[in-house]
């Protein structure tokens, strides 16, 4: 028999051989195994979901219980990600985002067939059509053998990201891997690296200090880790316009793709990097209400709808995203000359000759544009960029003039939307100007903020059908003065 004295040190495996208790210890293995397979598994029981006509409700937790709901008229999107170790095993992530700052709500795993369907089923009823109802989706492999299985696995992997059948090919926007890595190469971060590496160079060699060089290695790691997570996250990028909105997929190995409903973009940016110019390659940003916390990539992930295109794609993208905008008399030209230089005769409102001492080179691109449907913000000349805030999203109007502005006769307007990437700002434009635009954009805000119904986008064709005799509601005389 062991001794008390005996455990007082050493090895613990070297104990347990020599006092040969190796049954005992793995049958506490084999305990704490079961142990936590079981709070798995009730944790697992214990996660529910439902889906009622007014919000989604997910309840989780066993001793401290969770219950979270998202209201289906607040719903920004619904994303669907499908990391390679869960797609193995045929699971994916629900998350569907709702307007608030970590409002959203996650259903981590579903089967990846049952993820598309609920995704479905929650869009049709955010979209108005109540007579939606949650079917099982149940995966045919799971009633067959190993085979099926792992045929059904490798036609997961090898399917493409968008399914042909969910949108015309007339719609689909791809993106080119030669571009995308063209475009990363020719960032604005590394013509940064270039210039500091210039700079630490010329030290070096005028001062003899060789020792600065070092310090270039950690940033070198650094910059090229951003720069292959670009380009590993954006592959396969594709947009498509399908009934339910806009659907942005990407990824390689790990799938990620979301579906923007109608009217939930609150705003477009439009930008042009410096080095991108002589190609003509554009990206696309948005503003959604669904605000997280999470930062870098993975914050930025549900606000790129293109991280890289040409002028054609852009205008794509921008008719997927607010298809009301291009749609109307004359703004596809009105958009077309916002990407240009800008000439006196595009339809913008631009900054007065006196604003040059404030935009020494983009007095001409540093304007404005109103519509009844939407305000466009062209600005920068090294750096260019658009922005378009539907007129139904702005949530008020500002004009700004501080003491400089004032002594030159110019004013700063800024027309506010939903926190996010994108600032609807821009200034050194004319007093008189400036005072215009927010008479005018007030009013535009209203008007289309009574005439709007695209947060109820499938209800709008049964809104446009006469009523029928029973669905009439009785008429009331207007009561006297």
Aim: no cysteine.
């Amino acid at each position: 028999m062991p001794q008390a004295g005996d455990y007082g040190g050493g090895d613990p495996i070297d104990l347990i051989v020599r006092h040969q208790l190796v049954p005992i210890a793995l049958l506490i293995v084999f305990g704490v195994l079961l142990i936590v397979i079981g709070i798995f598994y009730l944790s697992w029981r214990m996660h529910t979901f439902r889906i009622t006509g007014d919000e989604v409700e997910v309840r989780s937790g066993i001793l401290f219980r969770t219950n979270r709901k998202g209201r289906l008229d607040r719903i920004q999107g619904v994303d669907v990600t499908r990391q390679v170790l869960p797609r193995i095993f045929g699971a994916a992530r629900l998350e569907i985002k709702v307007a608030g700052q970590d409002a959203n709500v996650n259903l981590a795993y579903l089967s990846s067939r049952s993820a598309d369907a609920l995704r479905r089923v929650i869009l049709r009823r955010a979209s108005g059509l109540r007579e939606q109802t949650l079917a099982a989706a149940s995966d045919p492999a799971d009633a067959a053998g190993a085979a099926a299985i792992l045929n059904q696995r490798y036609q997961e992997f090898t399917a493409p990201e968008l399914d042909p059948s969910l949108a015309p090919p007339t719609s689909v926007v791809q993106m080119h891997p030669g571009r995308l890595v063209g475009s990363t190469v020719l960032s604005t971060a590394t013509l940064w690296f270039v210039v500091i590496l210039a700079v630490a160079v010329g030290m070096a060699i005028g001062f003899h200090v060789y020792e600065v060089l070092f310090g270039l290695v950690p940033l070198l790691f650094g910059l090229g880790s951003v720069l292959v997570r670009r380009v590993t996250k954006s592959l396969r990028y594709s947009i498509a316009g399908t009934a339910d909105g806009v659907r942005v997929g990407y990824g390689l190995l790990s799938l990620s793709n979301e579906t923007l409903p109608p009217g939930r973009i609150h705003s477009v940016q439009v930008s042009q990097e410096l080095l991108w110019r002589p190609f003509d390659w554009w990206e696309v940003r948005v503003n959604l209400a669904s605000r997280s916390r999470e930062r870098g990539q993975e914050g930025r992930r549900g606000t790129m709808i293109l991280p890289v295109g040409s002028r054609a794609e852009v205008l794509k993208v921008l008719e997927l995203t607010l298809p009301e905008l291009l749609a109307a008399e004359g703004m596809e030209p009105l958009v077309r000359a916002s990407l240009e230089g800008g000439r006196p005769d595009d339809g913008f409102t631009v900054s007065p000759p006196r604003a040059r001492i404030l935009r020494w080179f983009s007095r001409r691109r540093n304007g404005f544009a109103l519509r009844p449907d939407a305000v466009l913000l062209r600005r920068g000349a090294i750096w260019r960029d658009l922005v378009v805030v539907p007129a139904a999203r702005m949530q008020s109007v500002a004009v700004h003039q501080g003491p400089l502005l004032r002594r030159l006769r110019l004013a700063a307007i800024h027309v506010h939307t939903v926190a996010g990437p994108i600032t609807a700002r821009l200034g050194a434009l004319d007093a008189d100007d400036a005072a215009g635009f927010f008479r005018d954009a007030a009013a535009a805000d209203v008007a289309a903020a009574v005439a709007d119904r695209s947060h109820r986008w499938g209800a709008q064709r049964s809104e446009l059908a006469p009523p029928r005799a029973h669905d009439r509601r009785p008429e009331f005389p207007a009561a006297p003065a």
